[in-house]
C-alpha cells in the first residue's frame, strides 16, 4: 500500500494551479472537467503519480471558497534548506507566514506559508 495523493478544494483552479507551479515549483500532472457533476479535478507534483504522492485540486464550479475547518493540518514538503525556499516563495508572490527557525521544543528546521485558499504549507528541511 502507498498513499496515492491528498484532494484539497480550492475556490479558484487556476489560481491554485498557478500557486503550486509557479510559487511551489511542482508540476501540472493532469486536468480533467467533470461537467455532468459540475466539478474539475487538476492534480499536482513533484513526480509522476506512479511514484510519488501527489495533490489533488477539487474545483466545484458553483463554490468559491471554503471553511478549512479545526481538524485539517498542512500539506508538509521536504526543501533542501527552509531559509532558501522561504525567499524564492516569498520572491515568487507567496507567503510566509512563519520565518524558517527550529520547531518549537525540537531542532527541526521548519517554515510555514499558505497557498491562495488558506491552506498551510509546511517547508520541512532535510535533515543532513
Known amino acids: 500500500m502507498r498513499i496515492l495523493h491528498t484532494m484539497i478544494r480550492v475556490g479558484e483552479l487556476q489560481r491554485s494551479i498557478d500557486f503550486y507551479t509557479q510559487v ?3 508540476r501540472l500532472l493532469r486536468k480533467t472537467d467533470y461537467p455532468g457533476g459540475r466539478f474539475t ?7 509522476e503519480e506512479s511514484r510519488s504522492a501527489v495533490l489533488e ?8 471558497s471554503y471553511d478549512l475547518g479545526s481538524g485539517y493540518g498542512h ?3 521536504e526543501v533542501e ?6 525567499d524564492e516563495v516569498r520572491n ?4 510566509v507566514t512563519r520565518v524558517a527557525g527550529p520547531m518549537k521544543n525540537g531542532q527541526t528546521v521548519i517554515a510555514f506559508g499558505v497557498d491562495p ?3 498551510k504549507i ?6 543532513r
Open 122 to 127: 509546511q517547508l520541512l528541511q532535510r535533515k
Open 41 to 47: 479535478n487538476a492534480f499536482v507534483g513533484y513526480d
Open 81 to 86: 534548506d527552509a531559509y532558501r525556499a522561504c
Open 75 to 77: 500539506v508538509a514538503i
Open 24 to 26: 511551489m515549483g511542482m
Open 57 to 64: 485540486l477539487t474545483h466545484n464550479w458553483d463554490t468559491t
Open 117 to 119: 485558499d488558506a491552506y
Open 92 to 95: 515568487r508572490g507567496g507567503k
